[in-house]
Nanobody, 122 residues
């Protein structure tokens, strides 16, 4: 069965850090573009960071640039999202995704994880 399994969410104070992990099961992530998306209550899902498998480029949304970093570990078939200097507005459910698209847009991705909650609050 092809699936993505996320871990690493939780609660943290503003300014703190978390690292999200996304492991592929039945999916060889090295051949896919991968991305992290988030959805806050009452808001649309947005692309946070993506890694294009064809040209190796990465994309980070302006709201997280300089604070978040997407990275792959092909040996572990895992994708990470390192999140530093977290802000209350980063609170959301975070999803990892894999697909064949070139852009960090949810309609470009075919496989989705179950989501993990990140809460930033004092």
């Amino acid at each position: 069965q092809e699936q993505l399994v996320e871990s690493g969410g939780g609660s943290v104070q503003p300014g703190g850090s978390l690292r999200l992990s996304c492991a592929g099961s039945g999916l060889f992530l090295e051949v896919y573009s991968v991305g992290w998306f988030r959805q806050a209550p009452g808001k649309e899902r947005e692309g946070v960071a993506c890694s294009n498998n064809r040209d190796g480029r990465t994309y980070h949304a302006d709201s997280v640039k300089g604070r978040f970093l997407i990275a792959r570990d092909n040996a572990k078939n895992t994708v990470y999202l390192q999140m530093n200097s977290l802000l209350p507005e980063d609170t959301a459910v975070y999803f990892c995704a894999a697909g064949w698209g070139d852009y960090c847009s949810s309609d470009e991705f075919d496989y989705w994880g179950q989501g993990t909650q990140v809460t930033v609050s004092s």
